[in-house]
């Protein structure tokens, strides 16, 4: 079964700073996606970024971005010049590509706070 | 553009009582799914569907029940609620073709307490 980890339960970053979490994952198949969701106070689940196991070049939003190393099994999330609104709990899921396709695993989350 | 809707956002529940909780989504998902959220745990899979009169159990199926009657629409039911329920619960659709594959679209939960 496949497994989501994040080592991290909480991180501090200062404003305007860069901030890495980290987040690794034990799988057996070869095409898979990954994730990171972000969950301000408001409890949403907001979609940060989103990986595709076949494709080498890491994805990037805007301030956001991923160190994806296949081999290593590791994926995590790089936040550059952070800002007040980006403190939030922040969840790394893997998906299946085929079978139980739709169905995420998540890590236990890491907890997030910027300060001022 | 709704997305994923829930309700309700809050319910209170006696241990016995059962429930219903709402969910849709206005996206033509053919995948749907409801996880619940416990402090310290991620969110866990309790039951999905990959279309309409198709449902699969999760990680943590005991105590519910689902139903998929039509693409929009995804209740899922506590039969007899307990103490362990108490948590928060996501629905959650994506589609399962084309560029957003797999990228799932999360309702708003709802907090429900059982005393």
């Known amino acids: 079964a496949q497994t989501v980890t994040q080592s991290q339960p909480e991180m501090s970053v200062q404003e305007a700073e860069t901030v890495t979490l980290s987040c690794t994952y034990d799988?057996?198949?070869?095409?898979?996606?990954l994730f990171w969701y972000k969950q301000p106070p408001s409890r949403q689940m907001i979609l940060v970024i989103r990986?595709?196991?076949?494709?080498?070049q890491n994805a990037t939003e805007n301030r956001f971005s991923v160190n994806f190393q296949k081999a290593a099994k590791s994926f995590s999330l790089k936040i550059s010049d952070s800002q007040l609104g980006d403190a939030a709990m922040y969840f790394c899921a893997y998906g299946n590509y085929g079978g139980s396709q739709g169905n995420l695993i998540f890590g236990k989350g890491t907890k997030l706070s910027v300060k001022p | 553009n709704a997305g994923v809707t829930q309700t309700p956002k809050f319910q209170v529940l006696k241990t016995g009582q059962s429930m219903t909780l709402q969910c849709a989504q206005d996206?033509?998902?053919?995948?749907m799914s409801w996880y619940r959220q416990d402090p310290g745990m991620g969110l866990r899979l309790i039951h999905y569907s990959v279309g309409a009169g198709i449902t699969d159990q999760g990680e943590v199926p005991n105590g519910y029940n689902v139903s998929r009657s039509t693409t929009e629409d995804f209740p899922l039911r506590l039969l007899s609620a307990a103490p362990s329920q108490t948590s928060v619960y996501f629905c959650a659709s994506s589609s399962l073709s084309g560029g957003a594959r797999q990228t799932q679209y999360f309702g708003p939960g709802t907090r429900l307490l059982v005393l």
């Open positions: 799988t057996s198949e070869s095409d898979y996606y």
């Open positions: 996206m033509n998902h053919e995948y």
């Open positions: 990986q595709e196991a076949y494709k080498q």
